[in-house]
């Protein structure tokens, strides 16, 4: 027979991550190097020696509970706002309330996104100890918030949630009759919560949220409500992955994907490929290609870069699912080719000379000759048209005076095109007394 879940409490109404929110440090869920024993955050807890702080890393990882658990074992005041919705007028509502009783600490949601009116605002209150901010953000801090509070904040890193990290907060919130789900009879069954453990990419919330979904919207069937791996898969809809914005996650996701065809790992290029992919972000994987196969395989294969440049074309043509295939072939192409950054180096030596000032004057020989009046100046008078001469080359200078000697292609090795360059470039040297 089947049967209604029971019904919820107004106390039950808010999200499951909500109602689980630690109450201490010891609630915690991963993060332990900053909350475990001997740990910063406890240490300062512990010792009432609060400073303000700001948390970033990705979404549902910890950082509002760190707070929540911070104001809960210190028993002071804790209030949330938002630096991009809420307004200078919220700040001094709780600026007021810190005056009156003492202690606030504020989880300021978003700090990267704090303008100017309402920092200068917040100031003075850090710096009198009234207001403990705890700044939470997925940005970069050192890249996204501003100087002056910046100064006055310890900056710390949380990280995404291991899987091990996830099933403990889900056993506890399965168990928990008072804010989790214990008052259900679930049956969370061995597939669908190891999908529900991983597939969620280390965030609590997204996996707390899909679990009470599960849970809510599954009938009770012979007493109990079974959550299988498909209705898992229903209520998760696999939350899309950290890198789909602008922000540093997307950064970091880049960079990854690139040093790992830089080090010749297709398997590591391939996985990051897929997160790109996952992502949809179609315009960044094709100007990282085309970028790598000019600046990390470059002279010790130059036809990859040909190859890499079709695969591309046809990326764009075909648009995602089917671009994925000659994407592939690409990353792999470029990650088992022989490597070789010289063109980079080469035009950067060349660009730090013009930076540093050692530019020097055009050879006379060099100049443009092909108006009247030329010759006069000596333009172009001793210029040798190395066509005329044997081997189409004549010793002959270009670089300006001051950087006669001045070497800035240093050739690689690996490959059999820049061993041929090399021989090249070692007989021309040579022959120019270089």
């Known amino acids: 027979m089947m049967e209604k879940n029971p019904q919820r409490s107004d106390s039950m109404q808010q999200p499951l991550a909500f109602r689980m929110r630690p109450k201490n440090l010891d609630e915690v869920v991963g993060q332990q190097h900053l909350v475990g024993q001997g740990q910063i955050i406890r240490r300062m807890v512990q010792a009432l020696r609060l400073s303000s702080m700001i948390l970033y890393g990705p979404p549902g990882t910890g950082k509002t509970s760190i707070a929540s658990a911070i104001a809960g074992t210190t028993k002071y005041a804790f209030r949330t706002l938002n630096a991009a919705t809420d307004t200078k007028k919220d700040l001094q509502i709780v600026a007021e309330e810190a005056k009156m009783s003492g202690t606030v600490i504020l989880l300021l949601d978003e700090i990267h996104r704090l303008d100017k009116t309402k920092q200068d605002f917040l100031l003075p209150h850090l710096e009198s100890g009234r207001i403990v901010l705890v700044g939470a953000t997925t940005e970069n801090p050192y890249m996204s918030i501003l100087p002056a509070i910046r100064s006055r904040t310890q900056i710390f ?22 804010r989790g789900l214990g008052q259900y009879p679930v049956d969370l069954q061995p597939k669908a919560r190891e999908f529900l453990t991983h597939a969620t990419n ?29 209705i898992m898969h229903q209520c998760l809809q696999q939350r899309a992955i950290d890198g789909d914005s602008d922000g540093d996650a997307h950064y970091d996701l880049i960079s990854a994907f690139q040093k790992s065809i830089r080090g010749s790992d297709v398997d590591a290029a391939l996985h990051y490929l897929a997160r790109l992919i996952t992502i949809g972000d179609l315009p960044s994987i094709l100007r990282r290609l085309l970028v790598i196969a000019y600046e990390d395989i470059g002279l010790a294969n130059p036809q990859t870069a040909n190859r890499t440049l079709t695969a591309i074309q046809a990326a764009e043509r075909l648009g995602l699912p089917e671009g994925r295939i000659p994407l592939a072939n690409a990353v792999i192409d470029l990650c088992l080719a022989p490597k070789s950054n010289t063109a980079i180096d080469a035009i950067d030596a060349a660009l730090a000379d013009i930076k540093a000032g050692h530019s020097g004057a055009i050879p006379d020989a060099l100049k443009d000759a092909h108006y009247k009046g030329a010759a006069a100046l000596g333009h172009g008078v001793d210029y040798k048209f190395p066509h005329d001469y044997p081997g189409d080359w004549v010793k002959q200078d270009y670089l300006p005076e001051t950087l006669r000697d001045r070497q800035y292609y240093t050739p690689k ?14 007989q021309l040297r040579k022959l120019q007394g270089r």
Do not use: C, M, W
Request: proline share 3%; aromatic share 4%.
């Open 157 to 178: 890193q949380v990280f995404p949630l291991t899987a091990e990290d996830i099933d403990q907060a889900v056993t506890r919130a399965l168990a928990d009759k008072t």
């Open 202 to 230: 280390g965030d609590l919330r997204s996996a707390l949220n899909a679990l009470e979904l599960a849970v809510l919207s599954t009938p009770e069937v012979d007493g109990h409500i079974t959550i299988t791996d498909e």
């Open 413 to 426: 090795t690996t490959g059999k095109y820049e061993q041929a360059l090399a021989q090249r470039l070692a």
